[in-house]
C-alpha cells in the first residue's frame, strides 16, 4: 500500500469518520476515498488538497513528504506567526517554550 492510502486512512479513522463522512467533508465522492486508501488509485493534487483542507493538514503531511511533513496547518500557522515576530519577543517566546518542554521532559523521565 503506498505512503497516502496509509495516511487517509489514519488521519480518517483518528477522526472517527467513515468514508462518507470524509467524502462530504472533502468533496470527493466516497468511491474515489476507497481507492486512495486501497491504493488503487492516487488523488490528483485537487482531490488531495480537498482532503487535506478537511483534515485541516498540509498537503505536505497528507502525501508525507517534505520539511512540514509531520505539522498539521495549525502548527504551521503558528510557525508562521513566530516566524514573522520581531526578534524580542521570539526569544521571550522561546524562553518560555522552552521551559515548558524542559519540565516536559523531566515529568516524562520520572514517570518512566
Do not use: C
Not at 32 to 60: C, N, Q, T
Not at 73 to 97: A, C, G, Y
Amino acid at each position: 500500500m503506498n505512503k497516502i492510502a496509509v495516511i487517509i486512512t489514519n488521519l480518517r479513522k483518528e477522526k472517527n469518520w467513515s468514508q462518507t463522512d470524509l467524502a462530504n467533508q472533502s468533496g470527493v465522492s466516497r468511491e474515489m476515498i476507497s481507492k486512495y486508501e486501497r491504493g488503487i488509485a492516487i488523488p490528483s493534487v485537487d482531490a488531495a488538497k480537498k482532503i487535506a483542507d478537511a483534515f485541516e493538514v498540509s498537503l505536505d503531511y497528507l502525501v508525507g513528504e517534505g520539511i512540514n511533513a509531520s505539522f498539521d496547518k495549525q502548527t504551521l500557522k503558528r510557525l508562521q506567526e513566530i516566524q514573522d515576530m520581531n526578534p524580542d519577543f521570539k526569544v521571550h517566546l522561546f524562553s518560555i517554550i522552552d521551559s515548558v518542554i524542559r519540565d516536559y521532559k523531566t515529568q516524562k523521565a520520572y514517570s518512566s
